[in-house]
């Protein structure tokens, strides 16, 4: 079955960075595309930024434009989300998620699969 296992989440102070990892397996990881998405406490579920297959096409939340990079290493079946600049708005679990299809989506539905998260923690 398909896995999907964050990593690389913890506590950082404002300004400082962390690097998320997802490592995918159980389907070809070369087929989908991949997504972040967050929750924060009390807060709805929400994207982050997302990947084509291919690596080529990304999207980002307004957010996290400029300060968040995604990007995939395909032969070692992994994600990345590089997050720079962090915020105390940041503080939320994140999510992995892989798409049925090769284009990348912004929508919760536009996934099949889901990680179980990984805390971030920003403080100010």
């Known amino acids: 079955q398909v896995q999907l296992v964050e990593s690389g989440g913890g506590l950082v102070q404002a300004g400082g960075s962390l690097r998320l990892s997802c490592a995918a397996s159980?389907?070809?990881?070369?087929?989908?595309?991949m997504g972040w998405f967050r929750q924060a406490p009390g807060k709805e579920r929400e994207f982050v930024s997302a990947i084509s297959s291919s690596g080529i096409t990304t999207y980002y939340a307004d957010s996290v434009k400029g300060r968040f990079t995604i990007s995939r290493d395909n032969a070692k079946n992994t994600m990345y989300l590089q997050m720079n600049s962090l915020k105390p708005d940041d503080t939320a679990v994140y999510y992995c998620?892989?798409?049925?299809?090769?284009?990348?989506?912004?929508?919760?539905?536009?996934?099949?699969?889901w990680g179980q998260g990984t805390q971030v923690t920003v403080s100010s």
């Open positions: 998620a892989q798409g049925g299809v090769s284009s990348a989506g912004t929508r919760s539905r536009d996934y099949d699969y």
């Open positions: 159980g389907r070809t990881f070369t087929s989908y595309a």
